[in-house]
């Protein structure tokens, strides 16, 4: 389905309430690409868009994507990838907002203050090894330097880093964690408080610990990568190895829903989209 077939469930939503219901299911299958069964009408209220991959472009055909595997090929270069859109921001998007997740086979839907998302590192190797490899995860802002940098090492970002084992947050090594690599499943996660946010990291399914980060731009997912190993990146496309869930708390913070507004009211999808990117 392209972007004109959404605007279409979205007329049907409108126009055919007989079928409203319909509609609404068609619609969240596409949106999160999942097969989900007896939706809420909440679910679709506080639907948003969310990463779905990484950004290359900046990379130089150094790094290699198939699916949402990427393998680094290049010449030994740091570069942090970005997810592809901002995650939500109380600004434009209802908090709590609908996340798809995963368990046992079953794709499922929840309100969620929570945004979360793993990396697997692989024992697939295209290079040979050396000494400075590293692997990154964490969030930041759309305009933190993307090359020959670490995630925390920028103002406004904040990073957990393989070879070290540090959590890195604007230069500061602010604590030790565990140094991780192949077969490893490491994830961050970010809880949206009333006046700032907590993040939290996590290895092979148990938690190392939260972090306060405040920022006031809109945050976006980051992976960094120079390893001779590819990583696989889970943006909710498989089950995770930690329950997120345990986190969430529903408190109401925000009901604006910029994407909604548009796409019932304006049929401009585009438009909410140009927010997202930026």
Known sequence: MTLINEINIMDGIKNNRENTLKH?????????????????????????PLPKQLF?????????????????????????????????NKIFSPIPFTFPYIINNEHHLILSNVYYFEVYITSINTLESWDSMNIGIG?????????NSLIGWSNDTIGYNSLS??????????????????????GAGIIYNENDYTVFFT????LLGTFKYNTPFKIIPLVSLCHCNSVLVNFSTMEFK??????????????HNE???NALFDRNLYKYSNVFLN
């Open 259 to 261: 994407y909604i507004k």
């Open 165 to 186: 084992g540090n959590v890195y947050t604007g230069q500061y090594n602010d604590k030790y964690l565990k140094p991780f690599g192949p077969n490893d499943t490491v």
């Open 56 to 88: 290359l472009k900046h990379t130089d055909n150094t790094v290699d994507r198939v699916s949402n595997i990427y393998t680094f090929i290049g010449n030994r270069e740091q570069f942090i990838l970005p997810g592809d859109i901002v995650i939500p």
């Open 242 to 255: 930690y329950d997120f869930t345990k986190h969430i708390d529903n408190n109401v913070l925000s009901l």
């Open 139 to 147: 969030f930041g802002y759309s305009g933190v330097d993307l090359v």
């Open 203 to 206: 290895l092979n399914g148990v």
């Open 24 to 48: 609404i299911q068609m619609l969240l299958n596409h949106h999160y690409c999942m097969n989900i069964k007896n939706s809420k009408i909440i679910f679709f209220l506080n639907m948003v």
